[in-house]
């Protein structure tokens, strides 16, 4: 069984930093790319970073870029979301995903709220 187990969701200033994990199990995680997604409330789940197996191509949402980081450990089946200078619209749930031949997995997500 695939799981996924965000955690390191916090109440935050503006300005603050955060570091975001998950850990996977269940699954061959160093074969898989690996992705961070956030939902706020009342709006679609939008995509924020994503990593590949090896790491070494990353990509970002435009509006984090320069500000998140991601990053992961193959040997601790563990993706990593580094988040600085975070804003009020960075609040939201946070949730790692990957998608296999199975199918798409999600965690289940951990709050980060930014304000002062």
């Known amino acids: 069984q695939v799981q996924f187990v965000e955690s390191g969701g916090a109440l935050v200033q503006p300005g603050g930093s955060l570091r975001l994990s998950c850990v996977a199990s269940g699954i061959a995680f160093s074969n898989y790319a690996m992705f961070w997604y956030r939902q706020a409330p009342g709006k679609e789940r939008e995509f924020v970073a994503s990593i590949i197996s090896t790491s070494t191509i990353t990509d970002y949402d435009d509006s984090v870029k320069g500000r998140f980081t991601i990053s992961r450990d193959n040997s601790k089946s563990t993706v990593f979301l580094q988040m600085t200078n975070l804003k009020p619209e960075d609040t939201a749930v946070y949730y790692c995903?990957?998608?296999?031949?199975?199918?798409?997995?999600w965690g289940q997500g951990t709050q980060v709220t930014v304000s002062s």
């Open positions: 995903s990957t998608s296999t031949h199975e199918g798409t997995y």
